[in-house]
């Protein structure tokens, strides 16, 4: 029997019903905030491709990160903007580098706040790319030194999670070796596994300043287009030693998120990238949507389609609703 028998409205009637019943619920610690760290003191610079992000330098960082904790966010993931870059991305594993001082001056202060690093070069290297490039192409292999380099010199700041975010084939068993070779074995790798070649990242290498001087990075991020593609590259990283995997972006890819939510049994994370941030703002700074419904719908279908916890600039505002 059907209706009139069934009315699936009853369960909609009011907000405490609604709330009874809702199958996803969202939390403050299911954020993780990105964070842009720059030289000086005192500069909080906002950027212009994403209203309310700012470059930060590292005393400003910690009051924010400061302010993060107060809200009940789980955590920050830290990006670093060096004084200057070369062709070795030398900044990147340098242990007086801008995010290696960043993450002691948080642990000092924050301790009991997450503290990830992302592991790439792109914002290191003169090139804008996010390794060694010979012929025009990034060398495989090479690049995995820079980046173990990289994630033991986080390791050694005291970061609590490493997060490499290059796409290389084999860095997550060179970071692995790396870490456990010095004492880090108990520190956890959270893969960028399925990162994909996306045009939503536009807005974040203008906060980076890591945009590539020539060519672009389809040779080493993955096609948009290939979901079995994905899979494989989970398997390949958890075979490695990944402890944690992220896919990157979250909405184009929800089915992905799925897929990955019934196929693998670790923690899952999805990075709301900044282009996805910036169309929000945009449309509701036209009047066109409203902004917290979009922002709270939007984060509701990332956990609903699986991911456990999300990398979002929307984390404060996020937390402050839910608080």
């Not at 369960?11 to 610690?29: K, N």
């Not at 870490?179 to 959270?190: H, M, Q, S, T, W």
């Not at 994909?196 to 096609?223: T, W």
Request: overall charge negative.
């Amino acid at each position: 029997m059907a209706f009139p028998v069934h009315r699936p409205r009853r369960l909609r009637a009011t907000e405490s019903i609604r709330t009874l019943v809702r199958e996803t619920a969202l939390a403050p610690d299911d954020f993780i905030l990105p964070l842009f760290v720059c030289p000086g003191e005192n500069v909080k610079r906002e950027i212009g491709a994403m209203p309310g992000n700012y470059q930060m330098s590292v005393d400003r960082i910690v009051e924010e990160c400061a302010e993060v904790a107060s809200l009940g966010v789980a955590g920050a993931i830290l990006f670093g903007i060096p004084e200057t870059k070369d062709e070795t991305a030398s900044g990147g594993y340098d242990d007086q580098g801008i995010v290696q001082r960043a993450v002691r001056a948080i642990k000092r202060e924050v301790a009991r706040l997450i503290v990830m690093t992302d592991v790439c070069n792109c914002e290191y290297t003169s090139h804008g790319h996010c390794g060694k490039v010979v012929d025009g192409d990034v060398d495989n292999d090479t690049t995995l030194e820079w980046l173990a380099k990289s994630a033991l010199s986080h390791a050694r700041a005291g970061a609590d999670i490493v997060a490499p975010s290059d796409m290389m084939d084999g860095r997550v068993a060179a970071i692995r070796k790396a870490l456990d070779g010095e004492g880090f074995a108990r520190v956890p790798i959270l893969s960028y596994a399925a990162k994909f070649a996306s045009c939503f990242y536009g807005p974040f290498r203008e906060a980076a300043e890591s945009a590539p001087q020539f060519g672009d990075r389809r040779s080493y991020q993955m096609d948009p287009a290939n979901g079995r593609e994905a899979m494989r590259e989970i398997e390949l990283d958890l075979e490695e030693g990944a402890d944690m995997i992220m896919i990157k972006p979250a909405l184009p890819y929800l089915d992905l998120i799925r897929q990955a939510r019934d196929r693998f049994e670790v923690p899952l994370a999805a990075y709301q990238v900044s282009g996805e941030f910036s169309m929000i703002v945009a449309a509701a700074r036209n009047g066109w949507i409203d902004q917290p419904r979009a922002m709270m719908e939007s984060l509701t279908s990332i956990r609903r389609a699986g991911a456990d916890f999300v990398l979002t600039y929307f984390a404060k505002d996020a937390a402050r609703l839910l608080g």
